[in-house]
């Protein structure tokens, strides 16, 4: 059974910086491309990085520049640095596992203050 469990959200002022990790369980993570999405009140969930097992990765437009994926095959984990942080970011961030399915976790909150 897939499990993803995240962590590392919170309540952060404009311009701070927060880190989120995956821990992943139940999967050959190096089978699996990785990603972070988020979904705000009122608005469709958007993919925000991903990366494959060896690369590539992508960004969505509006992070490039301040937010960092990257994945560690031997720890099962992925992660998310996000600095110079927006309120416009402020959502709840999930981790996805993704090969002929995806996967979720139950997801962070990350709140950023203006």
């Known amino acids: 059974q897939v499990q993803l469990v995240e962590s590392g959200g919170g309540l952060v002022q404009a311009g701070g910086s927060l880190r989120l990790s995956c821990v992943a369980s139940g999967i050959t993570f190096t089978f699996y491309t990785m990603g972070w999405y988020r979904q705000a009140p009122g608005k469709q969930r958007e993919l925000v990085a991903s990366i494959g097992s060896v690369g590539p990765i992508n960004y969505v437009d509006s992070v490039k520049g301040r937010f960092t994926i990257s994945r560690d095959n031997a720890k099962n984990t992925v992660s998310l640095q996000m600095n110079s942080l927006k309120p416009e970011d402020t959502a709840v961030y999930y981790c996805?596992?993704?090969?002929?399915?995806?996967?979720w976790g139950q997801g962070t909150q990350v709140t950023v203050s203006s």
């Open positions: 996805n596992a993704r090969r002929w399915a995806d996967n």
